[in-house]
């Protein structure tokens, strides 16, 4: 349903070390994750697992997936944010 809901959006409200905590909403449905993240000079990356039916998704079926895609109810999330400097003008 990527058409009726085509964004995912995490905000964070807490940041303790290599942690982000915050509230994911998918398909209109907000609920709390803790993230993983890293810093570099160049980039934030990090990392989350989610329960898929925590957000009302279902895992996708092996018959459609062919095998390629896991079927368990979680699926973990990865980014990476690249960063670079601001020019102040």
């Known amino acids: 349903q990527s058409e009726k809901f085509p964004e995912l959006v995490f ?3 807490k940041i303790t070390g290599s942690e982000m905590e ?25 990392s989350a697992t989610l329960k898929l039916r925590d957000w009302g998704l279902k895992p996708p079926r092996p018959g ?20 670079r400097p601001i020019s102040h003008r």
């Open 22 to 46: 915050g509230t994911l909403t998918i398909r209109g449905i907000a609920r709390p994750l803790v993230v993983h993240v890293t810093q570099d000079s160049a980039a934030f990356e990090g």
């Open 11 to 13: 905000t964070s409200s």
């Open 64 to 83: 459609i997936s062919l095998g390629m895609i896991d079927t368990k109810d979680e699926m973990k999330v990865h980014f990476r944010l690249n960063t």
